[in-house]
């Protein structure tokens, strides 16, 4: 039988994944990314030393990295050099107060009880509920590719509406554990990787505090980015071909089929039996495609929020700093609304700050260090001209006065010098994210997750017409995260074997 050929459009972490899949199931698979790397998000800056993560800093799922490596035919721990991160994350609130987020129930129940008489017990029962959360998710949302309604739609998934709590808002939920706001901003917090404020998002993303305390959170010797080359090495030793620095200008398709793709430079045209789009769902649509009604329903869907990142290359150190700092505004809501609602940068934001040579010492030079700090913003409104016009998203303006707001947080824990220190720095915007990657809108976590955009709701990992155009990634099915890009691309490369292989 002939050797069937995909084309994967895209070397973020789902399309190699998928590729690597598809290429150990005997396809000639060929990657062509824009550019002169993998990884697409999960990328690495390196300078004089200094080695940053500029996207994921943070492993956690594991069970699913494990999962997903199993399927690859290796083990997690074989691929990568775990290092374990407890305290996970280090809260500063506005008034002061500290709190570890660790698996230690000891000292959580010693820490808690300070900021809430019985919030401990309260805490056990949280943790709890967001075991089930996590568990039902997985088994029957994450790792399950709805090919049909009648899937999704089934009497047995009935009870998850009680067990799952989807029409429950995950910060009215917290309440009734916790009464401090405090508290209920620490384990809510998470729902800003998924694009939505504790405000609106459903009450099922209580799974993310719980993974995070009961399975923990982890941290790859060498950084994240040792995720990609692990995934890099799988692919290469199954054949996948890769072609770096060629940006996919067009899918090429006829009236219900895609028949390869025709690149930027020069024009130049490669056929397959299929085509799997990486790059983020929405700009294929819009940019790769030609159906503009299509593209338009996309474009109307919820994006998550972008982010402005600085990079800082240090000539001391700040030994005082934990590997993953939070500082958490006591204006929680009215953060969520300026991003969400606003598309702005909040007057006060919550804003984190990774020191990753805390955990890894040669991710900066001896005595100096490597600083990130990440402050939510809004994503991109239309495009940066228009914003610029109507609505103030003047983005040199607003890293500026982004930059001062991490000053005067890490002032506040007694770090006043900061600025001084910094040998170099590089930053993103959400012009940036749109640039480097052609995310959409500069959103860094693609589309949200809200109720009408989960699960069978969410874009489908195939298109509608062109029977052998496949998609993967963070605004497909299961969702945004680097985990969950595993298992969108084993679930869409599952899918092509089953259509292509009979
Ligand atoms: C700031 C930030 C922090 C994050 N933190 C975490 C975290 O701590 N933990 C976690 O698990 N996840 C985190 N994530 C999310 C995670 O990085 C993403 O969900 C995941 O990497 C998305 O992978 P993907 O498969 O969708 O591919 P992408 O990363 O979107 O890659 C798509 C690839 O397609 C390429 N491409 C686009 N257009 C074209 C074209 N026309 N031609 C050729 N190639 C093209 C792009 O260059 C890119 O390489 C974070 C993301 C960001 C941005």
Redesign the pocket.
Known sequence: MKQKSVLV?????????AATHLAQHGFKVTI????S???????RISRDGHHF?????????PLLYEAEFAALGTSMREQLDLLRVDPTYHLVFDDGSQLALTSDMDSMREQLEDFERGSFQSLQRYMEEGGRHYHLSMEKLVNRDFRKASEFFRLEHIPLIYQLKPFANHYRNVSAYFADPRLKAAFTFQDI?MGLSPFEAPATFSMMPYTELAHGVYYPRGG?YSIVEALMQLARAANVEFIFD????RIDVASTHAQG?I??EGGHRLEADAVL????LP??YQ??LPDERLAASLHRKRFSCS?I?FFWGLDKTYPTLGPHTLFLAHDYRENFDRIIRDLSLPANPSLYIHAPARLDPAMSPHGQDTLIA?VPVGHMSENSEQAKQSCGQDWGRIRDEARQHVFRRLASVGITDIESHIKFETN?TPLS?RK????MKGS???LCHNLTQLGYFRPRNKHPRYHNLYF?????HP????????V??HLSAQRILDELSS
Request: net charge negative; hydrophobic share 40%.
């Open positions: 459009v895209g070397a973020g972490v789902g399309g190699i994944v062509v990314e824009k550019n790397r993998p990884g697409g998000r999960c990328d993560d500029t996207g994921p800093t943070l492993l956690v799922m990787y994240m060629a940006a996919v200008q793709i690149l930027a789009a990486n790059a983020d700009y294929v940019e790769l982010v990142s990440i993103f994210w480097r990657y052609n995310l860094t976590h693609g993967t990634g963070a605004s497909t969702g945004t995260g680097l985990p969950t890009a595993m969108s691309g």
